[in-house]
């Protein structure tokens, strides 16, 4: 199924449709995994630094899926356990031009995690990304270093039936989509004065 934004303000059709289901249905076709995170790849970031890293598992390498799956939330795994792709999205932690701590580096490896998701919602994927997940189990799992922090989880396939899901998901799953208004975020002169154009 779909679920696009009910938007106040036209945007692009690829925001609108893209939105976090859990029904997930067939697997993946290998170039269009490369195609996401070809997509990740031109995000922007400070200094260019791209501390994004991914560690990425698909449905048919069955112990590494497993391996992934574990890691999550059990809330999450009701649902992530049949999507096609699994995924883990990683920031580094330092600058690699002089070491030194990247304050961005989690905002950076979010933005190439919006740039893959838009990226699949324009291949007809769908995504959903998880902060339920056992970070420190992932660390252990994956051998991720020190210097490398894991800052969401992430489902990737072709979108599945809903009724496939157990029923109270379903509900969750066909309930319409809200979002605060652009005058309780959008401020200008000071916090909290929205801006005159909202
Ligand atoms: C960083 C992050 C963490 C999230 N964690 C979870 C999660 O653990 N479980 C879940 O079902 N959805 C999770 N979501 C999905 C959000 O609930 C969802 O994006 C939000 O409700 C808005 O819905 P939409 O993506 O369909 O527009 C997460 C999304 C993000 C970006």
Redesign the pocket.
Known sequence: MENPAINDHQIHPLISQR??PRAFGKLVEKDKLAQLFEAARWSSSCFNDQPWAFIVTTKDDTVNYQKLLDCLVPA?VIWAQVAPVLGLVIAQKNFKHNGKPNAWAEYDAGQATATLVLQATALNLVA?????FDAAKAIATFNIPETAKPV?AIAIGYAGETSNLPTELQERETAP?NRHPLSSFVFTGEWGSSAPFV
């Open positions: 939105w976090s999450n959903h990304q998880m902060g339920g969401a989509r």
